[in-house]
């Protein structure tokens, strides 16, 4: 089973879910991104999320505003199922993550 994320905006009903497949998911304000979080606190190119051999890491790409996770600005992190990760008005919830088992193998 493939890790999933929900993301949600501070100020709407958004909310959308994303299944995460192996190798790298890009997400930022760049229409491109393949997660697009239209805001202008979130750089172009924000971060990844990356997944290999079912180990789930979320990857900051030198943005201005950071990813934060517990109020700590994170630069590479193992996500498992239930970490909340915040980028700008958006927060990412991890639905499905990293089996704790197979961290190590990263």
């Known amino acids: 089973m493939f890790p999933e994320i929900v993301v949600t905006h501070e100020?709407?009903?958004?909310?959308?879910?994303?299944?995460?497949?192996?190798?790298?998911?890009?997400?930022?304000?760049?229409?491109?991104?393949?997660?697009?979080?239209?805001?202008p606190t979130v750089s172009r190119d924000h971060g990844a999320?990356?997944?290999?051999s079912g180990v789930l890491v979320?990857?900051?790409?030198?943005?201005?505003n950071g990813i934060f996770m517990d109020g700590l600005r994170t630069k590479r992190r193992v996500l498992y199922e239930?970490?909340?990760?915040?980028?700008?008005?958006?927060?990412?919830?991890?639905k499905q993550g990293t089996v704790p088992s197979q961290d190590l193998a990263a």
């Not at 100020?11 to 805001?39: K, N, P, Q, V, W």
């Not at 999320?49 to 290999?52: A, E, G, I, S, T």
Request: charged letters at 20%; one cysteine or more.
């Open 11 to 39: 100020a709407s009903m958004m909310l959308r879910s994303y299944t995460l497949h192996e190798g790298y998911t890009t997400f930022g304000r760049y229409t491109g991104s393949e997660i697009c979080l239209d805001d």
């Open 49 to 52: 999320f990356l997944l290999r």
């Open 82 to 94: 239930g970490d909340r990760l915040t980028v700008g008005p958006f927060e990412i919830y991890v």
């Open 58 to 64: 979320v990857v900051d790409h030198q943005s201005s």
